[in-house]
Nanobody, 130 residues
C-alpha cells in the first residue's frame, strides 16, 4: 500500500508562491506503474482536481491553476512537487496528494476524478490572504 505524506503548506499573501511536496513510500510495483495527482478542498466545497502527472511525465492541470501551478516528479526520490505561483484567496484550501496505480504497464493516463486515485495523503493547509 502506497503511503503519501504532504508538506510545505502555510500562510502567504496574494501574489506570493509556495511549493508543496508529497513523499511516497510503500510501492509494491515498479515506480512507473504509478501516477501522482494533487487535489484541494475548501470548507463547504467538494474536493477538486488541481494537477496530475503520469509516470511518463505528462502533466494535466485544472483551468483555474493552469499557467500558475506546476507539478513535478522526482522519481529518484519518490517525491512529487506542486509549485504554486501567483496565489490568490481562491487557492486557499487543504491540498491533498494522491496516487493511482496502473493495472498493467506504465501509468500513462490519469483522470481528474478522485475516484481515479487509490491512495491519499493526510493533506496540508494553504491559506492565502489578501
Amino acid at each position: 500500500q502506497v503511503q503519501l505524506v504532504e508538506s510545505g503548506g502555510g500562510s502567504v499573501r496574494a501574489g506570493e508562491s509556495l511549493v508543496l511536496s508529497c513523499a511516497a513510500s510503500g510501492y509494491t510495483f515498479s515506480r512507473y506503474r504509478y501516477c501522482a495527482g494533487w487535489f484541494r478542498q475548501a470548507p463547504g466545497k467538494e474536493r477538486e482536481f488541481v494537477a496530475a502527472i503520469t509516470a511518463t511525465g505528462t502533466s494535466t492541470y485544472s483551468d483555474s491553476v493552469k499557467g500558475r501551478f506546476t507539478v513535478l516528479q522526482d522519481n529518484a526520490k519518490d517525491i512529487t512537487y506542486l509549485r504554486m505561483n501567483m496565489l490568490n484567496s481562491e487557492d486557499s484550501a487543504i491540498y491533498y496528494c494522491a496516487s493511482k496505480t496502473s493495472d498493467f504497464g506504465a501509468c500513462a493516463n490519469v483522470g481528474t476524478s478522485p475516484r481515479d486515485f487509490s491512495a491519499w495523503g493526510q493533506g496540508t493547509q494553504v491559506t492565502v490572504s489578501t
